[in-house]
């Protein structure tokens, strides 16, 4: 089973002690977000065929990721960066370091073993299109040789997304929009072909929906991409989360309402205040995050 760390919240960022914790003891517990039982996530080298981890700040994981490869298990880091101003992203590390750490990961690991996400694209009056052109080309520039692989998508807006998006553009005077399906497809094209220039391939994370995207749908949980890593085929049935998702079959063991990033965009929070508590209260030693 591949392990998934997790699209739920940041562990590389915040909750390095206790995935290290768990790994010597060979397992952890997951509270089922959906309201059943919680339950138990192996994580010897005879049930975790390897790891993807979710990261928007890898640093202070690094001696983390040493010990999971020195433990034989290998590994994928989804990078996400993306750097745009504090009022969206209140406490995310600069993506000129994020960056320089992804090519650090590269240089160590292989550039199959990272993929850079730069998603969601969300689009505010402090984040125009043209803000995006530049800002992903000089990105894509900082990466290129450090991932072949850049996976896009447009913001999801829930309700809590609204909410919190709608709260930061009051409190900092800026207007957000979720634009047209034409528009997306259009900002998604030019993406794309900056992407190419740099030998970065771009995919598109579950929105086949877009009309006259061209795009190929990325699997963010990805066998194949493991397998290379690994050195050897690993197995795992395709098990999308959504329409157009092609991620393999895995087990996820984070937590929503536990990242203190903070960003308004984010799916996996509520309320950024809680999730902030969350983490203050959080248990390195628990089974459960």
Known sequence: MI?????????PAFYGAWFLERLRRGSCRVVNPYGGRDYEVALTAEAADGFVFWTRNVKPFLATLEETAARGFPFVVQYTITGYPREIEPSVAPAEQAAGLARELSGRYGRRAVVWRYDPVFLTSLTPPDWHLRRFAELATALAGATDEVVLSF?????????????????HGFTWSDPEPEAKTALLGELAAIARDQNIKPTLCSQPELPGQALEPAACIDRVRLSDVAGRPIAARVKGNRPGCLCAESRDIGAYDTCPHGCIYCYAVRRPEAAKARHRAHDPASPVL
């Open 3 to 11: 392990v998934s760390a997790s699209y739920r919240t940041d562990i």
């Open 155 to 171: 913001a999801q807006i829930y309700a809590k997304t609204r909410a919190n998006s709608d709260k930061a553009a009051w409190l």
